[in-house]
């Protein structure tokens, strides 16, 4: 059974950092590209962020270059995303999606966690 579970979420201040996290199983998460997305509310779901299977490549929003980091630990099978210096429009409910390397159109998603900025 594929099951991806991301966690780390909250309410942090602006100017703050916080580290999400994204475990997988069901699947060899080898085989996968891993990705963070967004949706804030009355928004579109975008893309964050990026890492192909053995980590060697990543790709970032504008918007987030030079703030977030993700990482992978294959031997974990879990997928991280660093957050600084947040920004109260960073305000989303953050998804990951695994995707199939090697065969278009297979794909998985996580149920996502609430990151807020606020006092």
């Known amino acids: 059974q594929v099951r991806i579970v991301e966690s780390g979420g909250g309410l942090v201040q602006p100017g703050g950092s916080l580290r999400l996290s994204c475990a997988a199983s069901?699947?060899?998460?080898?085989?996968?590209?891993m990705s963070w997305y967004r949706q804030a509310p009355g928004k579109e779901r975008e893309l964050v962020a990026s890492?192909?299977?053995?980590?060697?490549?990543?790709n970032y929003a504008d918007s987030v270059k030079g703030r977030f980091t993700i990482s992978r630990d294959n031997a974990k099978n879990t997928v991280y995303l660093q957050m600084n210096s947040l920004k109260p429009e960073d305000t989303a409910v953050y998804y990951c999606?695994?995707?199939?390397?090697?065969?278009?159109?297979?794909?998985?998603w996580g149920q996502g966690t609430q990151v807020t900025l606020g006092t």
């Open positions: 999606k695994a995707t199939r390397a090697t065969a278009s159109g297979v794909y998985y």
């Open positions: 069901g699947f060899t998460f080898t085989s996968y590209h």
């Open positions: 890492i192909t299977t053995t980590g060697g490549n990543t």
